[in-house]
């Protein structure tokens, strides 16, 4: 398309040149016969068969011309706009000054003069302007560019919309045909940990208790994948508790010498899909994990900035930390820093959080070898009333 955009482009700019070159040497010839006819309208004036005659080529060669004295005084005028003269009492003529030094000045930037004897021999100077269809053949190339760029940008936005929308329908359902197919396995291992617990009489069992419990991990990521492609329903949270269930799931599945620290309000409440924004604290949690070479501590804060009404989260790790540079490269799709990572995970969640959760998440800070801190703002689903020092159900 572009390679078809650029040789009509070329065509047209060099075969309007072509015109506009025709016509200019054409209007030239005009304006050198409108001097001639002129000339002699003015040495012969008195001969009424030759003045029909002339009067009839100078209608047939009608241009815009300003005729000037040598003092570059306006002697008289032909084809410009007839409301800017005016005719006094005495019959003699009064030209708007500013409109007329306007068009004299476009003239003698347009093209050079031409000199003819007036009456008595006086010395007059003939300018003239190109036609308003050459000057609108002039632009038209450039018109048609800009026409031909236009249709491009509209049909390549188009165009990537259509791919990225069929691109999103495959993974959407890639994504619930996992769901589906995971389906089957969890209710299965449901039954065997329902078998082994009365069999070997294991209800207490601390083994049993984590299988179980990563029966219902499994149960929740199905979940997720079933809910890509769909709005999900959010729902009143308390944000500490909803952290509170991953992090205890998840720090026994890590290494010991990574320690969590979870502080802040523990009563701040925010409108979630519980799926969702758990994945969006796994993501964060193994990034931070990963950062870390040997040992370590992640921390999770949450702050309640009650003038704004908002939750705050940060996630701390004292890892390898992110150049200044990537801060915002590493939101995007395929960037890694992992031999076999995707570079989906940080994208996801950008996604999930602003998109679903109508919030915002970026890289509040980072120092190379001492760690990063990752931001998240969420609206609060309670409004704080200064004057009764009140938390009230935000309905907004």
């Known amino acids: 398309m572009l390679l078809f955009a650029g040789l ?59 005729i000037t004295k040598k003092d570059g005084a306006i002697y008289t005028w032909d084809g410009l706009d007839t409301t800017k003269t005016f005719y006094n009492t005495d019959k003699t003529k009064t030209y708007d000054s500013l409109y007329f030094v306007k068009q004299l000045n476009k003239m003698k930037e347009q093209h050079p003069p031409a000199r003819m004897k007036g009456f008595d021999e006086e010395e007059l100077i003939v300018y003239y302007k190109d036609s308003n269809i050459l000057t609108q053949l002039r632009y038209f ?3 048609q560019l800009g026409v031909i760029a236009l249709f491009l940008i509209t049909a390549y936005v188009g165009f990537s ?26 209710s299965s291992l449901m039954a065997w940990v329902e078998l082994i617990k009365t069999r070997f009489d294991a209800e207490e069992d601390p083994l049993v208790a984590e299988m ?11 979940d997720r994948f079933s809910k890509i492609g769909s709005k999900p329903i959010l729902e ?22 990574i320690n969590f620290v ?27 994990v990963n950062a870390i070479d040997n040992d370590g501590t992640i921390t999770i804060d949450i702050i309640e900035n009650l003038a704004k009404e908002e939750v705050i989260i940060d996630i701390t790790d004292t890892g390898k930390g ?22 989906l995970g940080l994208t996801l969640t950008k996604r999930i959080v602003e998109n679903y959760h109508r919030g915002q998440i970026f890289v509040k800070d980072s120092e190379l070898g001492k760690g990063t801190t990752f931001r998240i703002i969420l609206k609060s689903s309670i409004t704080y009333e200064p004057t009764t020092n009140t938390r009230l159900p935000n309905l907004v």
């Open 141 to 143: 190339p450039y018109i």
């Open 322 to 343: 992110i150049p200044r540079s990537k801060f915002d490269t590493v939101f995007q799709p395929g960037y890694t820093t992992r031999k076999r990572g995707w570079g």
């Open 212 to 222: 179980e419990n990563d029966i219902q991990r499994l149960e929740i990521i199905a």
């Open 262 to 288: 979870l502080t802040g309000d523990k009563q701040v409440r925010a409108m979630l899909s519980g799926p969702l924004f758990d994945w969006v604290i796994e993501n964060l949690l193994k990034n931070a």
């Open 236 to 257: 009143d949270h308390v944000v500490h508790t909803v952290i509170n269930g991953f992090v205890q799931y998840f720090k026994v599945r890590t290494s010991d010498k």
């Open 161 to 186: 919309a259509a791919r990225r929308a069929e691109r999103d329908q495959e993974f959407v359902g890639m994504a619930k045909e996992t769901a589906h197919q995971l389906g089957t396995p969890i």
């Open 8 to 66: 009509i482009g070329t065509a047209s700019v060099f075969y309007s040149d072509f015109f506009v070159r025709k016509m200019e040497r054409e209007e030239a010839a005009q304006f050198q016969l409108f001097v001639k006819v002129l000339e002699i309208r003015m040495k012969m004036y008195d001969n009424p068969q030759l003045s029909g005659i002339i009067e009839t080529i100078k209608k047939n060669t009608k241009m815009d011309v300003i």
